[in-house]
């Protein structure tokens, strides 16, 4: 009876909810199911302008009118009455792939739990003696598992109990006698023991990686929302700035085509005034010229010379309007200074795109060189500005040397000289990305520096890397030193006398590196800079200390 409940309630469960029937309705194909599952699951579908059932697919073109069905209804109303019973014995049967009961006889049950001291496997009733039986009580349980005769020596057919740590391997007690003995040996509890303390220490190396991995990946999700926020940004603005530059064209060839037009109706106006007025003069001077031929003709004398005074004024023509008072109007000026100036707009676009197109390329900040022979890509010739010089710092090596004198040297006042602490600055200011070595010798500041630092005052103020302004790594024959801010960290690594210096100013990163027969990071800053930065030493305790920037090829 128990069986054919089960088999009713599976019967009647939702194939969508996987529960037993809610206002069970049956579609047209004969499956059933709760009304608010098969609603739902068409909603979805309406954008389809098709309807299928979810178990068989067969789809209705219109949707079909749903009614509850009573008969279905009514058995799930009994089957509540009756009750759920546990699942059928059946269903606790081992299958491909389950670990099986030992000690079943006939058709096997999943076992619950494997024994590791019976080398067996057991199901719940099977297993009950290890929960009765002091004796079995004392016997290791685990979950159940195929692997158990992992642990039975093959050769001489024993639990192996015992980890020799010379071979590292697992034993039994008979090959500790013979094969492996002499050899380092303990239970194979014991190296768990110690073999769980170290997976211990592991898996919080690996939980703290996940961790950092998972703030990486934080970061770099905030970087690529930064990234789409400012290229958004950069589209828009630049949508706008070239819509200006367009309007701003459109509208001057507007005004040129206006005073072009302007013009040209000003001068043709003026040439058809004249032209009137000569056409009025060729008139005149036809009627006249006519008169004078026919009083040329006449061979009356007396009326020749009765006519003659009053015509005589004709002689005496009025100068024409002269044409040249008019110059031809050409507007090939014009199309030549339009032609300069598109050639000089095509010049200033092409240098100007040249620079738009670099800013969006280094808009990603690029990967530190991984090599001197990648670094020396950037490098750069730094010289020493003498302004800056202490009076107590030499300068030599075409101001590339800095030492540290007995006596102060011969300097004339300058309102950029250090007068405080023995330092010299750069007389270049980098940005972008650069990379400069130094050799050392004694005692040394190696720092970069805004140029406004102060030449005068306490540490705090002028010292390099006792402020905001300076980041400078403090060389000495037993270490090295980071200092900012007057925060001070202490570098572990191999000394040399020659210190790599690598900046990329825009992603604000500056790295110190020891360059010997390999080239080793010693310290990375990453921060954000404002200024140019300037390199500079800082010599401040022994006479003849010497910092000098290396010329690189």
């Known amino acids: 009876m128990a069986q054919q409940v089960i088999l009713d309630r599976e019967k009647l469960s939702c194939s969508i909810c996987l529960d037993l029937l809610n206002d069970p309705v049956t579609i047209p194909c004969g499956h059933s199911y709760c009304m608010s599952c098969i609603k739902d699951c068409w909603d979805e579908e309406n954008q389809k302008k098709t309807h299928s059932c979810p178990q068989c697919r067969q789809s209705f073109t219109l949707r079909p009118v749903l009614e509850k069905n009573t008969m279905l209804a009514e058995l799930v109303e009994e089957l509540k009455k009756v009750g759920l019973q546990a699942p059928s014995p059946d269903h606790?049967?081992?299958?491909?792939?389950?670990?099986?009961?030992?000690?079943?006889?006939?058709?096997?049950?999943k076992a619950f739990k494997s024994c590791l001291m019976c080398m067996a496997s057991q199901c719940e009733q099977h297993l009950q003696p290890h929960y009765d039986v002091p004796a079995l009580k004392k016997h290791k349980l685990v979950e159940a598992t195929l692997k158990l005769q992992e642990n039975i020596c093959s050769r001489h057919?024993?639990?192996?109990?015992?980890?020799?740590?010379?071979?590292?391997?697992?034993?039994?007690?008979?090959?500790?006698?013979?094969?492996?003995?002499?050899?380092?040996?303990?239970?194979?509890?014991?190296?768990?023991?110690?073999?769980?303390?170290?997976?211990?220490?592991?898996?919080?190396?690996?939980?703290?990686?996940?961790?950092?991995?998972?703030?990486?990946?934080?970061?770099?999700?905030?970087?690529?929302?930064?990234?789409?926020?400012?290229?958004?940004?950069?589209?828009?603005?630049?949508?706008?700035?070239?819509?200006?530059?367009?309007?701003?064209?459109?509208?001057?060839?507007?005004?040129?085509?206006?005073?072009?037009?302007?013009?040209?109706?000003?001068?043709?106006?003026?040439?058809?005034?004249?032209e009137k007025k000569l056409q009025q003069?060729?008139?005149?001077?036809?009627?006249?010229?006519?008169?004078?031929?026919?009083?040329?003709?006449?061979?009356?004398?007396?009326?020749?010379?009765?006519?003659?005074?009053?015509?005589?004024?004709?002689?005496?023509?009025?100068?024409?309007?002269?044409?040249?008072?008019?110059?031809?109007?050409?507007?090939?000026?014009?199309?030549?200074?339009?032609?300069?100036?598109?050639?000089?707009?095509?010049?200033?676009?092409?240098?100007?795109?040249?620079?738009?197109?670099?800013?969006?390329?280094?808009?990603?900040?690029?990967?530190?060189?991984?090599?001197?022979?990648?670094?020396?890509?950037?490098?750069?010739?730094?010289?020493?500005?003498?302004?800056?010089?202490?009076?107590?710092?030499?300068?030599?090596?075409?101001?590339?040397?800095?030492t540290l004198m007995e006596v102060d040297q011969l300097y004339l006042g300058h309102p950029d000289r250090f007068l405080a602490r023995w330092q010299v600055l750069s007389r270049e200011g980098l940005t972008g990305r650069c990379y400069l070595e130094v050799k050392w010798s004694g005692n040394v500041y190696i720092a970069v520096a805004y140029k406004d630092i102060s030449r005068t005052g306490a540490r705090d103020e002028s010292g390099f890397g006792y402020n905001d302004k300076s980041w400078a790594l403090y060389c000495r024959s037993y270490g090295y030193t980071f200092i900012h801010n007057s925060i001070s960290t202490s570098i572990s690594g191999p000394l040399s006398s020659r210190i790599g210096v690598y900046l990329d100013h825009r992603a604000g990163t500056l790295s110190y590196y020891n360059i010997s027969e390999t080239m080793t990071l010693l310290h990375r800053v990453q921060t954000t800079f404002t200024q140019p930065l300037f390199p500079g030493f800082w010599l401040p305790n022994t006479p003849g200390d010497t910092a000098e920037f290396c010329e690189l090829k």
């Open 92 to 109: 606790s049967y081992a299958g491909p792939g389950d670990v099986a009961c030992d000690f079943c006889t006939g058709r096997k049950l």
């Open 157 to 274: 057919d024993e639990v192996m109990k015992i980890f020799c740590r010379t071979d590292q391997k697992c034993i039994c007690y008979l090959c500790s006698m013979d094969d492996h003995k002499g050899h380092d040996k303990v239970s194979a509890a014991a190296e768990r023991t110690e073999r769980q303390t170290e997976l211990r220490v592991i898996r919080q190396k690996i939980q703290q990686r996940v961790q950092d991995t998972e703030k990486d990946v934080k970061v770099l999700q905030q970087r690529v929302e930064a990234i789409n926020l400012s290229a958004d940004g950069a589209v828009r603005d630049s949508e706008k700035i070239f819509t200006q530059l367009i309007r701003l064209i459109e509208k001057r060839s507007s005004e040129v085509k206006q005073q072009i037009r302007s013009q040209q109706k000003t001068e043709v106006s003026r040439a058809k005034e004249l």
């Open 281 to 402: 003069e060729i008139t005149e001077l036809k009627r006249k010229d006519s008169e004078l031929e026919k009083l040329s003709h006449t061979e009356d004398h007396l009326h020749f010379l009765n006519n003659y005074p009053s015509l005589s004024h004709l002689s005496k023509i009025e100068d024409s309007p002269n044409i040249a008072v008019l110059p031809l109007c050409s507007f090939e000026d014009v199309t030549a200074a339009l032609s300069a100036a598109r050639d000089k707009l095509q010049t200033v676009v092409s240098e100007e795109w040249a620079k738009i197109s670099l800013a969006v390329t280094e808009v990603a900040p690029q990967p530190e060189p991984r090599t001197r022979d990648e670094s020396l890509k950037y490098s750069r010739q730094i010289t020493l500005d003498h302004n800056t010089a202490h009076t107590r710092l030499g300068l030599s090596d075409s101001n590339r040397k800095a």
